[in-house]
């Protein structure tokens, strides 16, 4: 039992994010099927509503349960939004890329390609968020 407490303070944030990456990822699904299959708007079109939705939900998740990020001022805080959403629009253009090789090139499903294109996402949303967006504040809230 104590190894599996060290383990789990070890990989905490790690264990959040995949919580929270499932979870923005069922929202980017949710409203990429509602916008592509149910509205009938164009894959592409569905695809960048659905990425505005999910990166809105991750922002605000992210940010309180997995690099617990503390701002100090306004100023601060906005900075670290507009970095997330930069950052993630790098995603953004994978994920449309994705996208238009399997649905349009490789003419597959479009919600099996999807999936695919979530997994790609969501680890190199990790990575991004890790390495540009919240390591200075986590940085400056341990000291």
């Known amino acids: 039992m104590k190894r599996l407490a060290q383990l789990y303070a070890q ?32 894959y592409q079109i569905g695809t960048a509503v659905a990425w505005f939705v999910s990166v809105l939900f991750a922002y605000l998740t992210n940010r309180v ?7 100090t001022t306004l100023r601060a805080l906005g900075r670290e939004i507009v ?11 994978m994920d ?8 349009s090139l490789l003419m597959q499903n479009e919600m099996l ?25 986590k940085a400056a809230a341990k000291n």
């Open 11 to 42: 990989y905490k944030d790690v264990i959040a994010y995949l919580v929270f990456g499932g979870l923005t990822t069922l929202v980017n699904l949710v409203v990429f099927f509602m916008t592509a299959s149910l509205w009938h708007w164009n």
């Open 65 to 71: 349960w997995v690099f617990h990020s503390h701002f």
């Open 83 to 93: 970095s997330f959403f930069s950052v993630r629009a790098l995603t953004l253009v």
């Open 96 to 103: 449309e890329g994705i996208m238009w090789i399997g649905v």
């Open 113 to 137: 390609t999807k999936l695919v294109d979530q997994v790609v996402v969501v680890l190199a949303n990790y990575f991004f968020s890790k390495w540009f967006v919240f390591r200075k504040t």
